[in-house]
């Protein structure tokens, strides 16, 4: 059965290839439907076991860091790459790495599951570590209401079967329960600078509860440089990572590696951090024409607030492109939780709904020199308005346009 | 200098998608005619401040919504005095299900509201969700983005904020959308609603400084072309 499955989903991968859907979840779904057991089977095998990594932010990076942590610690790691963050999506990527004769020639696997998919691969895998990032306003037309996200992601802290590790600082993610469980936090000096779903919603109401312990802490973040507290001894890191919230999800990824490696030693662990680059689109720069231009992905509220408290200074030009798209939610309300103040001014604003993004920077009075829907067009007149170093916000399908425009190519 | 007074209700548990954009519209929109604006959040177990010239309130997911019923209740007859008084307002989804007669649980538990607006809602098997536009004879078309289970009936005499034009609107059955009781709208239109339909906006201000002062025929022009286009752009985009 597994046999055929195998030569099943690679017949129907190689067709779905051949008429250039590269990145199709046909042979996923072919499999998932013929052999409901493949996935179990398969990823059971693993000596380490499974890992999930879900969340509203943050995930992709984070998938990336763990990923290449525990493989400089010598393990091999299957991972599924962005956009295939479902079941038959595991699937699919499982065929592409699979021999004929069944040999699956991996470690671990560390997978990205968004929250709704999380729930689903649990009722089909079991899995021995979790990593719950936190829990945002996130295209709410899908999901409708985030206490119902906070249940979905219970679902898959009960269901892990070693340890879920927890962002203490999510008041939603803090009270989810597991077999056992671990925390990443922040200092409460660094605190003010995450506002949980709630804090963005009025300035006058603030209710702290007791904070657990957290396992891995981070300290102290002056640029690039960040202290985290491990198991209660400070650690000096020089990160890659741009981004507070990068440096913060780097965190969790340190938790759930100690959790699965626990004789790894933190001073290796944070070493080997230091070289670790973010997931594209989360804050890589891009070449276009002799400019460097970074692009920074904002999906929902608390995503854009933290790129704008880390990355909006007077030293650079900023664009922001704004789809509403499927992928990137239909309704676009969520740009008015966003406090913009912070930005000198904004160049361009761009997307199906620029003008929805220009309208909510005048309402924070801040000028927008050009209003362009289309992208290319936009990204022209950004590039050509100055020399200075340049920054673009974008959403989902915005950033991945924006990302094909500039490197001449799709990437998915 | 004229101060106008706004109370937002409940800003914590009730302000599921973008409502400050309807606070920060109103201030913005009579900052910049010269007014000064004092916004007063209003949060569960608080006193109604003595000032209220335009009150606001928002949606809330369900465990928002059952945090503040009973404080809401508590301050009913305030609430309706004022909005008897004329004083203008705005209610959006959980909030418009509130001010009206009550809202009945899918387990067939009743919620009361605080009977300000002549409206039912019931829980409704599904969520209508997705951009909706309506039409309005005070404010012409007015666009938003609806995200709501509960399926809202006007009382005979009742008069609905706009009709339907594309999308579901207070039950997605008899094209009524809202509810219009003296100067209290209610609606299902987030977006949020003001920033796209600076009429609505103007209309609330309006009325707001008529109570102060009589005199005060018309507000002062605003440049509104790029609220102007967004609502376009809005009123084009698919469901």
Same mark, same amino acid.
């Given at each position: 059965m597994e046999k055929f499955s195998i030569i099943l989903g690679k017949t129907v991968q190689k067709i779905t290839k051949l008429r250039g859907? /590269? /990145?199709?979840a046909l042979p996923g779904l072919v499999v998932e439907r013929s052999n409901p057991q493949f996935l179990k089977k398969t990823l059971g095998r693993l000596p380490r076991g499974v890992v999930v990594i879900s969340g509203t932010n943050g995930k992709t990076t984070t998938t990336k860091i763990v990923s290449e942590l525990l493989e400089k610690q010598g393990l091999k790691v299957f991972t599924n790459k962005s956009g295939s963050n479902f079941v038959r999506g595991v699937i699919s990527a499982i065929l592409g790495d699979i021999k004929l004769n069944g040999s699956f020639d991996y470690d671990i696997a560390v997978l990205e599951l968004d929250e709704a998919h999380a729930v689903k691969f649990c009722e089909v895998c079991p899995i021995d570590y979790s990593l719950i990032l936190n829990v945002q306003r996130d295209q709410l037309d899908r999901f409708g209401e985030i206490d119902h996200t906070a249940e979905l992601l219970q679902k898959v802290a009960k269901q892990t079967r070693q340890t879920c590790v927890l962002n203490r600082e999510d008041p939603r993610v803090q009270k989810l329960t597991a077999k056992n469980t671990v925390f990443f936090g922040l200092s409460s000096k660094l605190q003010d600078a995450f506002p949980s779903d709630d804090d963005l919603l009025s300035k006058t109401s603030k209710n702290k509860t007791k904070a657990p312990t957290a396992t891995v802490c981070l300290q102290s973040l002056d640029g690039q440089t960040a202290v985290y507290k491990i198991n209660q001894k400070d650690y000096r890191c020089q990160l890659a990572l741009k981004g507070i919230y990068n440096a913060f999800n780097a965190a969790g990824a340190l938790a759930l590696c100690h959790s699965i490696l @626990?004789?790894? @030693?933190a001073s290796t662990l944070i070493e080997q951090l230091g070289g670790i680059t973010s997931a594209f689109g989360r804050g890589e720069s891009l070449h276009f024409g002799d400019q460097t231009i970074e692009l920074l992905l904002v999906k929902n509220p608390s995503a854009f607030q933290l790129s704008l408290t880390s990355f909006a200074d007077k030293d650079h030009d900023y664009m922001i492109a704004i789809n509403d798209k499927v992928a990137d939610g239909r309704? &676009?309300? *969520? $740009? *008015?939780? &966003?406090?913009? $103040?912070? =930005?000198?001014? &904004?160049?361009v604003a761009s997307g199906s709904r620029a003008t929805d993004m220009a309208l909510r920077l005048k309402y924070d009075e801040i000028d927008v020199d050009t209003v362009e829907e289309d992208l290319a067009t936009a990204l022209k007149i950004f590039s050509a308005s100055s020399d200075r170093p340049k920054r673009i916000f974008a959403t989902y399908t915005a950033m991945l346009e924006i990302r094909k425009i500039i490197s001449g190519k799709s990437i998915l | 200098m004229t101060t106008l007074h706004i109370l937002h209700l409940y800003p914590k548990e009730m302000n599921l998608y973008g409502d400050h954009g309807n606070i920060l519209t109103l201030k913005k929109r009579a900052e910049w005619r010269g007014f000064r604006v004092n916004v007063t959040e209003y949060h569960v177990g608080d006193q109604l401040p003595n000032h209220i010239d335009i009150i606001f309130g928002g949606g809330g997911q369900d465990s928002g919504q059952s945090k503040i019923e009973a404080d809401l209740r508590a301050h009913a007859t305030e609430l309706k005095t004022l909005i008897e008084q004329g004083t203008p307002c705005l209610v959006v989804c959980g909030l418009y299900q509130l001010f009206g007669e009550y809202f009945q649980t899918g387990d067939g538990q009743k919620i009361a509201g605080i009977?300000? =607006?002549p409206v039912q809602t019931v829980a409704g098997p599904k969520r209508l969700i997705g951009n909706i536009v309506i039409n309005s004879p005070e404010f012409g078309e007015v666009v938003g983005y609806e995200n709501h289970s509960g399926l809202t009936t006007l009382a005979p005499q009742a008069k609905p904020f706009g009709t339907v034009v594309s999308g579901a609107g207070? !039950? /997605? !059955?008899?094209?009524t959308e809202g509810a219009f009781y003296k100067n209290c709208i209610g609606t299902? =239109?987030? /977006?949020?609603? $003001?920033p796209k339909n600076p009429r609505l906006a103007d209309f609330l201000l309006l009325k707001a400084l008529q109570r102060k002062d009589a005199s005060i025929k018309k507000l002062a022009p605003l440049n509104d072309s790029i609220e102007l286009h967004a609502h376009s752009v809005a009123a084009k985009r698919p469901r």
């Open positions: 859907n /590269g /990145g199709s @626990p004789k790894a @030693p309704d &676009v309300s *969520w $740009l *008015w939780n &966003v406090d913009f $103040l912070r =930005l000198p001014r &904004v160049k | 009977n300000i =607006l207070n !039950n /997605g !059955n008899d094209y299902y =239109l987030h /977006g949020p609603i $003001l």
